[in-house]
């Protein structure tokens, strides 16, 4: 798909009637946006993987409900990416809850928590999923769109359903939100997360 433009409002077109040709041609022209957002929020590359299969499972799920904004769906992945991490959290955080239940394993070590520790060993990715995790849905969703994914007020507005107003001030709250939140973080505060 490198170098050719795609026709994204007529490839939809065919999303809706079912063509999976063409819903193949969607994945391969927004599968690394989405799974960098993925990737921005979980704790592993596994889990951002996991995440951007369900987003496009969902997609297809949702074909005919997909929003578009200046003729492409992107605006509107990226904000079921939001949806679907936290969604995947929440399951996860309760199986995590449900295996501290059982009984603990006789003498087999697992190695599962050193590999991820070693993949994940940014500091500054973990600091800000962190922080960007404590604030309100609708800031994560706006710093995705307009800080993260560099979309215009309008695009986004369109994309949440809210007027550009209402982008601009709530992007305005977000980030003094953020901010704050990051001058509180004990790995800021010891000279800057590393």
Known sequence: MRG???????????????????????????????????????????????VTAVVFLEAWRRRDTMREVNGSVIAWLLVMTNFVFRNYARASRRYREGLQQLPPPENAPDHADAVDDRIDRDSRRAAMRSTLAQLPKRDQDILTLCVLEELS????AAALGVAPGTVKSRLSRAKARLTELLQNDPAMANGGVR
């Not at 939809?12 to 009637?17: A, G, I, Q, S, Y």
């Not at 007020?153 to 986004?156: E, K, R, S, V």
Request: avoid cysteine; proline fraction near 2%; aromatic fraction near 6%.
């Open 153 to 156: 007020t309008a695009d986004a």
């Open 4 to 50: 050719i433009r795609l026709d994204e409002p007529s490839v939809l077109e065919r999303v809706r009637d079912g063509d999976a040709d063409a819903f193949g041609d969607l994945f391969d022209l927004h599968h690394d946006r989405v799974f960098r957002q993925a990737l921005r929020m979980t704790a592993s590359l596994h889990d951002a993987e996991d």
